[in-house]
């Protein structure tokens, strides 16, 4: 099992954020290992290999074509194979539906993407960072949207 790092997966469209996210990581003192997917059919796919070693962390962006943020949530929930898996809902919206929504579906955390690059690499260190066993057995709306 890795101990060493923390394996964290990234599903967003948008190849500019795909990027700044894998520069944010770079830059952070953190042990992690850091995969991105184009779309949600892409990262499905690869999380449904039987060999697929199943990420620690997995960000995913809400509006993507082909299958959204909020289709793969649900998809995800549904397999008890990652139930293991803490979700991340990260996206530009910031709607009260999409945060009722997410977390009504299981989400365990939801953040708002931010414009500047220090601020994503303080966003990111805090939800590596996190004890995900306290914060999962103790979700409840106040602290299942990330404020900076």
């Known amino acids: 099992m890795r101990e060493d790092y923390t394996y964290v997966v990234l599903a ?19 042990q992690t290992k850091v995969e991105v997917y184009k779309d949600g059919i892409e990262l499905m796919c690869a999380l449904n290999q039987p060999e697929a070693v199943l990420p620690n962390i997995l960000f995913l962006d809400l509006n993507m074509p082909k299958k959204s943020g909020l289709e793969c949530l649900i998809e995800i929930k549904e397999n008890n194979r990652f139930k293991d898996i803490a ?27 931010p414009s500047a690059f220090n601020d994503l690499k303080k966003i990111l260190s805090d939800v590596v960072t996190i004890n995900w066993q306290y914060h999962t057995n103790g979700l409840n709306k106040d602290n299942f949207l990330l404020r900076l």
């Open 87 to 113: 979700i991340a809902i990260y996206s530009t919206s910031a709607s009260e539906e999409d945060i009722e929504n997410t977390f009504v579906q299981g989400a365990n955390i939801y953040i708002k993407k």
């Open 12 to 30: 967003d469209d948008d190849e500019d954020d795909r990027l700044f996210f894998i520069e944010a990581f770079e830059e952070l003192k953190i």
